[in-house]
């Protein structure tokens, strides 16, 4: 079994930060890929940040500049550090790992979501 568990959401001014962190427990024999979504209401799941194994960034084009992804893999632990926080940034962010258990079985999991709200 493999666990995901977020933190660090919560409510913040504009322009404010907040960094959310995931670390990935269980049954895992390598992760090759961590990366973070975001959900608003009404709204489809949208790639935020995604980083590889090897540190290979992907940012969302509406989050570059703002939001910086980074990972330790000692620790299998994905962070996103997000700067100059708009209200449009305001969902339920879901951490995502695409890894191998030791069952030697590839496929993505999620965490169950940690509420980012941005005031105006």
């Known amino acids: 079994q493999v666990q995901l568990v977020e933190s660090g959401g919560g409510l913040v001014q504009t322009g404010g930060s907040l960094r959310l962190s995931c670390a990935a427990s269980?049954?895992?024999?390598?992760?090759?890929?961590m990366g973070w979504y975001r959900q608003a209401p009404g709204k489809q799941r949208e790639l935020v940040a995604r980083?590889?194994?090897?540190?290979?960034?992907n940012v969302a084009d509406p989050m570059k500049g703002r939001f910086t992804i980074s990972r330790d893999n000692a620790k299998n632990t994905v962070y996103l550090q997000m700067n100059s926080l708009k209200p449009e940034d305001t969902a339920v962010y879901y951490c995502?790992?695409?890894?191998?258990?030791?069952?030697?079985?590839?496929?993505?999991?999620w965490g169950q979501g940690t509420q980012v709200t941005v005031s105006s």
């Open positions: 980083i590889t194994n090897t540190g290979s960034t």
């Open positions: 995502n790992a695409d890894l191998m258990t030791f069952l030697k079985r590839r496929g993505d999991y």
């Open positions: 269980g049954n895992i024999f390598s992760i090759y890929a």
